[in-house]
């Protein structure tokens, strides 16, 4: 399992959408390649953005699914405030292509665990 720390990666606060979907081609190219699950390690962040986590992890889950990021990656550190951004972004993408809301929020819980 590879682990990324992001505060070491892109500093204390992130911000960008475009830096999380370039982020976001890395690691789903290197998970696919076979190098293996990976752990996204926020210890050291101070502040991340919806927009960030949107495109680094909602778009990510709305694209290979709920159970393909469960398998392959684990979200680690967030913050108690950080966390519950990280479900509403998982739950507004996955509002956006699903009419049914409860059983995306358990979907989303599923994600972020």
Known sequence: MTTTNLA?????????????????????ASIKSGAGPVTLDFAGVESVSDSFLDELVGVT????????????VRVVNLSADDRKSLLRVINQRLSKSASVA????SRAQRVAT
């Open 102 to 105: 409860p059983s995306n929020a």
């Open 61 to 72: 889950v709305k694209e290979l699914g709920t159970s393909w990021f469960h398998d392959n």
């Open 8 to 28: 070491a990666r892109f500093g204390t606060d992130i911000s960008s959408r475009r830096t999380a979907s370039m982020f976001r081609a890395e690691v789903v």
